[in-house]
């Protein structure tokens, strides 16, 4: 997520009391991201200050940002008034992404079509990743393109990769490692090529890349609807759940 906060060169990484704000430069809320950093216990005044002190931080810059809550990080008490809280800070849920763990991809069940890597390195790669980006996920072309198109956005651990096939820019996928892990991001497909294996096929060669340089076969994501098969398939389970929150 701080990938956020650094990649347009206009944005903000804070780190607060308990919490982390990450301030994209853009008036786009899901690109503005607060985080817990330690657990709540015991009641919501905890949650309620850390959420006021982001709201502080994001204040001065947008009225535009989101929460990315993970539920092991609050007590059952807290839990239970999680959504009222949320809500009198002006927020409403938009998502509940469950978070997934695999050990190990298991292979593959079918057979999947031939797709050549390319590691978003340079200006076409970059422009492809942000045009998919934009395509797939439903992100205003300018948004998506003030965070993926910089080069000064690809320098840190958030690595990109390119799914190209007879061609065609087709599908994209980012990997950060970290903790042991490799952390899938940013899975995409173009609409025209969905249903066909490419993004499983970029996926499996997206890691396979990681892994030989990085001797790490355990997986962690936030699973879209979308997703959600896919990811079982390949062998991630449920581990913990996130709510997205979003400001009214």
């Known amino acids: 997520m701080r990938f956020f906060g650094e990649a347009s060169g206009s944005g903000e990484v ?3 009391d308990g919490s982390v704000a990450m301030f994209s430069g853009l008036d786009y809320g899901v690109f503005n991201i607060g985080l817990l950093t330690s657990s709540v216990r015991g009641n919501t005044s905890e949650l309620e200050s850390r959420l006021a002190e982001l709201g502080h931080f994001f204040s001065a810059r947008t009225l535009r940002w989101s929460f990315w809550l993970c539920e092991d990080l609050l007590d059952m008490p807290a839990r239970r008034r999680e959504r009222q809280t949320f809500t009198s800070f002006g927020m409403r849920a938009i998502s509940h992404p469950p978070g997934m763990l695999a050990p190990a991809l298991l292979p593959a069940s079918r057979v999947l079509p031939a797709i050549e890597l390319r ?3 340079d200006a076409q790669t970059r422009s492809a990743f942000a045009d998919i980006t934009s395509v797939a996920f439903e992100i205003p072309f300018t948004v998506a393109r003030a965070v993926y198109s910089r080069a000064e956005a690809w320098n840190g651990s958030y690595e990109g990769f390119v799914g190209m096939a007879g061609g065609k820019a087709v599908a994209i996928v980012a990997i950060v490692v970290e903790a042991g892990a490799m952390g ?3 899975l995409a497909t173009m609409p025209e090529y ?3 294996g490419y993004g499983e096929a970029l996926l499996r060669c997206a890691i396979a890349e990681v892994g030989a340089r990085t001797g790490l076969t355990r997986l962690v994501l936030q699973s879209t609807d979308a997703g959600y098969r896919l990811y079982r398939r390949m062998g ?3 581990v913990t759940k996130f709510t997205v929150y ?3």
């Open 14 to 16: 804070r780190t607060l």
């Open 119 to 121: 590691r978003v390195a």
């Open 184 to 186: 899938v991001y940013s």
């Open 194 to 196: 969905r249903r066909m």
């Open 236 to 238: 991630f389970h449920e």
């Open 246 to 248: 979003l400001t009214k």
